[in-house]
């Protein structure tokens, strides 16, 4: 599986952007999906996760409300959609997949299989 990240970039608080994972070598129906991300000097944490059947989604506290995670299986695309942007949302972001169907709750890092590379968002207040 190989995974590609898009779409950060710079935005004022308040804003909007849609980060979008692009999966290849398997259907995305296969496996859970998730998007993390890491701050400068924090660990990397897990934000958003969808099942694999795309029934069930989790979030991280911080954006509950704001964020929200979706598929397109016609085109194996993994999407974050983030609302109501707050400068601590300034990390690189990460899409992430585990090795099958489990449906577990939240991925966290030691779940994942496969790792997209970053791509910056940056939040300004």
């Known amino acids: 599986v190989q995974l590609q990240a898009s779409g950060g970039g710079l935005v004022q608080a308040g804003g909007s952007l849609r980060l979008s994972c692009a999966a290849s070598?398997?259907?995305?129906?296969?496996?859970?999906m998730g998007w993390f991300r890491q701050a400068p000097g924090k660990e990397r944490e897990s934000v958003a996760t969808?099942?694999?059947?795309?029934?069930?989604?989790y979030y991280a506290d911080s954006v509950k409300g704001r964020f929200t995670i979706s598929r397109d299986s016609t085109k194996n695309m993994v999407y974050l959609q983030m609302n109501s942007l707050k400068p601590e949302d300034t990390a690189v972001y990460y899409c992430?997949?585990?090795?099958?169907?489990?449906?577990?709750?939240?991925?966290?890092?030691?779940?994942?299989?496969?790792w997209g590379q970053g791509t910056q968002v940056t939040v300004s207040s």
């Open positions: 070598g398997r259907a995305s129906s296969t496996y859970d």
């Open positions: 992430a997949a585990n090795r099958g169907r489990y449906n577990t709750g939240i991925l966290n890092p030691s779940q994942v299989a496969y």
């Open positions: 969808l099942s694999w059947s795309g029934t069930s989604t």
